[in-house]
């Protein structure tokens, strides 16, 4: 038995079946629990570095030690859980919003839904474009072509027809399975009602779902060079070490410390934050961009954003609001004359003059009330208010929009005893063609068009004609049609979208417009917006260009209009050959080429389809230029304090290296044991990935232009500035450290002296690297509410560890006067003022 198409499920049963059933969803292999984040943890060299540290304390009989060491190794494993968990939470959250939509009948309505909240029962509204979200048996529909490649490796898309009744058992995708169709194949064509009859793990993909999660992911490019810079700064920090165990055991004779000060040196010298920074930042990244609307599906993206050197745009719905209305009508009113009517004129004058009644009537039966396309809304809107008493007829078939002609046409059926009435709409030249115009004719329709175009309005044309008989042409081009007129729309322009584009011109950023509308509507358009019009391009103008001259027209064009969506994929392909970093839009179904050969392709969440939505890397959820624009600056600010917490992280390793090689080489007592260097990491990795990845954007962020694609995350500059920086700390440390030695104070207090120096250098790092271009004023004052959490967590764990003498004689610890502490705050303030005297010179090269 077929389902109710007019009601669907009530929303009381469908979350009945919901609960029930389980989420329209397949198994993920690839979401991580707290056991498999913690086993990931413990794998870290960082972690059997302090459980060897604390082993060697135990052989020792220093117990309490190795118990510390222990609860450190616990709490590293505890952060980076939490931190990693917060990570994986964020991406079930952007998981669930970048999910397959499905627009479904329930209660009578049409709602659009998540893939996911799809149940048995439910009536799927199917369109072209879309991803059907279930398997599901076709129960209405006109000219539906599915591609079950998917599930079938078939690339021919397969004809559907609509099942009179429930077929009793549902066939595997390949065979007979006319009525039916299956989750995750693509609508290639046409529109059709389908009761779903399975979902999730029961479904045809489901049967293939462990060997699509079982497909390898490619290794994003700054994950590589993270790796790569771990294992190098990992294969010297092993020759050191195994170093600095000789020259201890040759100097001193005890193995066992020899070991312990080789481990010292081993994790002093271990970056192991950049992995952790790199995972920190690209999610929580994902999660910023996510809270202004913006959906990143791929993480490279994020670090793409910052380089994109073009942005191309479609004008409707991006540039323009996407609110088309009705404002003007002109219809043939007699020889020589023509009814017209706009904005300004009451709806009364369109019902006074039968010419502009007609026009509008058929322009209305051509529309589908139902769909989202704001010109049908806008036309069926106005036709209420005109038209409110017109009798409701059937409709019998429909001729849907084909690339060879850009036209709808659908046949009504209004008395049984009378002609069949059939209404075309579509691109004027469309209508001008199924109405076998004279050339003279097709003339003065080109010039109206034109006219009406140069004052920024979108253009449709209008036909009509009968039919009798039950034997319909397969065609609509065999109807003997007679032209109705002209329909103007106006789309305003969005009010952030002038500044958007001159935000991007300050960035160094292209804007190029690509429309399917007329060139003098697109030149209205980005005249408007800011966008230079002059040397517009049209799609007849673009065929007739070979690559290479396409590639040399780019560089010049910024507007291309009446462009098919094969042609997009060219315009981007000539801009790539033209060494640019291409950031493109697209929302259908043929757009998907062209989103996936740019290096960012953004798809239109509000209005694009499913595959424009798999297709690209970016999704829009508001369909906003500006949001595009305020994603680039997200982009760069991401890429910007990713780059200042590496720098950072090579920073401050450079003190720690030294303070833990330098007794060595000298013989003298070890500042810096493996407790000291732990509790170390404690400050550090929240600095490194929360704190850093927290800070505001530069205020130039929009005033760089884009950066090298290719360039390293640890470029040549910002390696140099980070060891100038490590080098400085290093020496005021080790000054302060050697000026102790000389007071008469016992070697405890000496260490507490160095170790407070180099916590407060620390805390002058982070704050040098704060901001590569600001004052010392605005470091200093800059707002970050996680900064001063860190900072009031870390005085109060110093504190205790100070003032408490149990706990500071357990790590090795002496009392810390007044006038010592004055030392190392004037070392830690001299630090900060030297980098940011330094920091002018090196400011340029930072920036590039």
Known sequence: MLPDLTTGLTAAEARRRLAEEGFNELPASDRRTSLRIAADVVREPMFALLIAAALIYGVLGELGEALMLLGFATISVSIAIVQQGRSEKALEALRDLTSPRALVIREGER??????????????????????????????GDHIEIDESLLTGESVAVRKRAASTMPEKFLPPGGDTAFQVFSGTLVIRGTGLAAVVATGERSAIGAIGASLAGMAREQPRLEKQTRRMVLVFGAVGLVVSLLA???????????????????????SLLPEEFPLVLTVFMVMGAWRLSQSRVLTRRAAAIETLGAATVLCTDKTGTLTRNLMSVSFLRAPDGADKAATWDASLPPQRITDSESLSRLLLHATLASDGHRVDPMDRSLSNLSDLVHPGEPEGVLVREYPLHPKLLAVTRVWCFDDAGPLVIAAKGAPEAIARLCGMSAAQLDDMHSEVQELARRGMRVLAAARATASGEDLPASPEQFRFEFLGLIGFEDPLRESAPNAIGECRAAGIRVIMITGDYPATAASIARQAGIAADDACSGDELRGLDDAALTRRVRTTSVFARISPDQKLRIVNALKANGEIVAMTGDGVNDAPALKAAHIGIAMGGRGTDVAREAASIVLLDDDFGSIVHAVRLGRRIYDNMRKAMGYILAIHVPIAGLALLPIVFGWPLVLTPMLIALLELVIDPACSVVLEAEKEE??????????PDGALLGTALVGWSLFQGGLAFALVSAVYLFAMLLPVSPEEVRTVAFVTLVLVNIALIFANRTFSSSLRAALLRPNRTLAWGLGIAASLLGTILMWPTVREFFGLGPLHLRDFALCLAAAFALLLVLEVAKLAWRRRLAA
């Not at 799809?118 to 279930?134: K, M, S, T």
């Not at 100097?251 to 481990?263: F, P, V, Y």
């Not at 205020?699 to 090298?708: C, F, H, K, L, V």
Request: aromatic residues 6%; charged residues 25%; without cysteine.
């Open 111 to 140: 709602m659009r839904i998540a893939g996911r909240e799809v149940v048995r029962g439910d009536v799927l509204v199917l369109d072209e474009g879309d991803r059907v979200p279930a398997d599901a048996v076709l129960v209405s």
């Open 245 to 267: 165990f000789g020259l201890y055991w040759a100097l001193r004779g005890s193995w066992l410390e020899a070991l312990l000060g080789a481990i010292a040196v081993g994790m």
């Open 699 to 708: 205020s130039d962020i929009m005033a760089r232009p884009p950066r090298r």
